[in-house]
């Protein structure tokens, strides 16, 4: 192989290499049309009239007066940006103020808000686990949990899903002093709930420590929304972590760790998406206190939210779900996106779900459920899925 030139101290590619180093992204992006899986941003119309059965926005909430007023007082008072990191500038009184009321609120000993949720995932993990952990994940764990796995640098081991004896077994036979367990409450693809009660026995058992994620969980399960982990009776164990978004039923943005006392303190020293990211901007941490405040006062909404998934179902044909997630899968990721064209065509925003987000074959409409779902946008949503569910069925192929 010919040495590379150099010129001036910098390397020359020789001849034989492609001059273009953008080509193969044409390769890629042909790969994906052939297969049904471009994907495209839509840009959503501020005044949309269409229904929305898409978004994570599950109290209803996100244009909500109190919400809104909310955001515009934490600006008022704190400005635009939080203006640095939460260990430097960036933390205020209400971020305080928001880590305090939500940790009470699942009943946790404390709260810490992180720029995301993504953040927050990344944060607790590579801060709990590192070389001589053993991490055991759900084979359904979010991706900003299989994210935090490869960058922990622990031994990562993926449990079949919701597969209790798998992960006891992993725990058990396991080298390392201290282990991890990951895991959704509430599925955020099928929706569907981790047997947390079983999961925290065997961690415990086993001298492990059980994050949870409850994304899709607060607002929407547990007594007046207040998650999973707090339906399962497990809220403010030591042992058990639980991590949130403030972008979900807390309509704003940001997300949060709820711990024990000694795992907030190591985070703070230890979790890098804490300390070298800029701390929630005040608009998402005023936003998401009257969010909680409101889901305070109402804590019907919670039901709310279920009992209009339950309605969606009905209408989809497939079973009621445990969550605000609906999920109707459809097969091929080409009969997916067609029929959620024709739901947008129509008037019914949707989520469409092909691989890689979901295995290859079940790719699906997505329905998310809001607690203030009217009865007459139900009854749109049963004429225009109705139909649209009735085509795709007819043109799925036996095998999907
Ligand atoms: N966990 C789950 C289960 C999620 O669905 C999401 C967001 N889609 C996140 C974490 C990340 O939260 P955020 O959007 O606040 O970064």
């Given at each position: 192989?010919?040495?590379?030139?150099?010129?001036?101290?910098?390397?020359?590619?020789?001849?034989?290499?492609?001059?273009?180093?953008?080509?193969?992204?044409?390769?890629?992006?042909?790969e994906?049309?052939?297969a049904?899986?471009?994907?495209?941003?839509?840009?959503?119309?501020?005044?949309?009239?269409?229904?929305?059965?898409?978004?994570?926005?599950?109290?209803?909430?996100?244009?909500?007066?109190?919400?809104?007023?909310?955001?515009?007082?934490?600006?008022?008072?704190?400005?635009?940006?939080?203006?640095?990191?939460?260990l430097?500038?960036?933390?205020?009184?209400?971020?305080?103020?928001?880590?305090?009321?939500?940790?009470?609120?699942?009943?946790?000993?404390?709260?810490l808000?992180?720029?995301?949720?993504?953040?927050?995932?990344?944060?607790?993990?590579?801060?709990?686990?590192g070389?001589?952990?053993?991490?055991?994940?759900?084979?359904?764990?979010?991706?900003?949990?299989?994210?935090?796995?490869?960058?922990?640098?622990?031994?990562?081991?993926?449990?079949?899903?919701?597969?209790?004896?798998?992960?006891?077994r992993?725990?058990?036979?396991r080298?390392?002093?201290?282990?991890?367990?990951?895991?959704?409450?509430?599925?955020?693809?099928?929706?569907?709930?981790?047997?947390?009660?079983?999961?925290?026995r065997?961690?415990?058992?086993?001298?492990?420590?059980?994050?949870?994620?409850?994304?899709?969980?607060?607002?929407?399960?547990?007594?007046?929304?207040?998650?999973l982990?707090?339906?399962?009776?497990?809220?403010?164990?030591?042992?058990?972590?639980?991590?949130?978004?403030?972008?979900?039923?807390?309509?704003?943005?940001?997300?949060?760790?709820?711990?024990?006392?000694?795992?907030?303190a190591?985070?703070?020293?230890?979790?890098?998406?804490?300390?070298?990211d800029?701390?929630?901007?005040?608009?998402?941490?005023?936003?998401?206190?009257?969010?909680?405040?409101?889901?305070?006062?109402d804590?019907?909404?919670?039901?709310?939210?279920?009992?209009?998934?339950?309605d969606?179902?009905?209408?989809?044909?497939?079973?009621?779900?445990?969550?605000?997630?609906?999920?109707?899968?459809?097969?091929e990721?080409?009969?997916?996106?067609?029929?959620?064209?024709?739901?947008?065509?129509?008037?019914?925003?949707?989520?469409?779900?092909?691989?890689?987000?979901?295995?290859?074959?079940?790719?699906?409409?997505?329905?998310?459920?809001?607690?203030?779902l009217?009865?007459?946008?139900?009854?749109?949503?049963?004429?225009?899925?109705?139909?649209?569910?009735?085509?795709?069925?007819?043109?799925?192929?036996?095998?999907?």
């Open positions: 192989m010919p040495r590379p030139a150099r010129l001036n101290g910098v390397q020359v590619s020789s001849s034989a290499v492609s001059t273009d180093p953008l080509s193969w992204l044409d390769e890629r992006a042909a994906r049309v052939d049904g899986l471009r994907r495209h941003l839509r840009v959503r119309a501020a005044e949309s009239p269409a229904i929305d059965l898409a978004s994570n926005d599950y109290l209803g909430l996100v244009r909500h007066p109190e919400v809104i007023e909310g955001a515009i007082a934490a600006v008022r008072r704190w400005g635009a940006g939080s203006t640095g990191s939460r430097v500038t960036g933390t205020t009184a209400e971020h305080a103020l928001l880590e305090a009321e939500l940790a009470e609120f699942v009943g946790a000993e404390t709260g808000v992180f720029a995301s949720g993504y953040a927050a995932n990344l944060g607790a993990v590579t801060a709990l686990a070389r001589g952990t053993l991490v055991v994940s759900d084979a359904g764990s979010h991706a900003s949990l299989v994210d935090a796995c490869r960058l922990s640098r622990a031994r990562v081991e993926i449990a079949p899903h919701r597969d209790v004896a798998a992960v006891e992993l725990l058990a036979e080298t390392e002093e201290r282990a991890l367990v990951l895991t959704d409450s509430v599925f955020s693809a099928d929706g569907d709930l981790a047997p947390l009660a079983e999961l925290h065997v961690t415990r058992a086993n001298g492990a420590i059980l994050i949870v994620d409850e994304a899709h969980g607060l607002g929407v399960r547990g007594e007046g929304g207040r998650g982990v707090h339906e399962a009776g497990l809220a403010g164990e030591s042992d058990l972590v639980v991590t949130a978004t403030l972008s979900k039923a807390f309509a704003a943005q940001g997300g949060a760790v709820l711990a024990d006392a000694r795992i907030r190591h985070l703070i020293d230890a979790a890098r998406t804490f300390i070298f800029t701390g929630l901007a005040p608009a998402a941490v005023g936003a998401a206190r009257a969010a909680l405040g409101l889901l305070r006062r804590p019907a909404m919670a039901a709310r939210v279920l009992a209009r998934a339950a969606i179902a009905r209408i989809a044909g497939v079973p009621e779900p445990d969550s605000a997630v609906v999920s109707v899968v459809l097969g990721a080409q009969l997916a996106f067609d029929a959620a064209q024709a739901c947008r065509e129509h008037g019914l925003d949707v989520g469409c779900f092909r691989p890689p987000s979901v295995p290859e074959g079940t790719s699906r409409l997505r329905l998310t459920a809001r607690a203030n009217t009865p007459a946008e139900l009854d749109t949503i049963a004429e225009v899925l109705g139909e649209v569910l009735e085509n795709a069925r007819g043109k799925e192929p036996v095998s999907a």
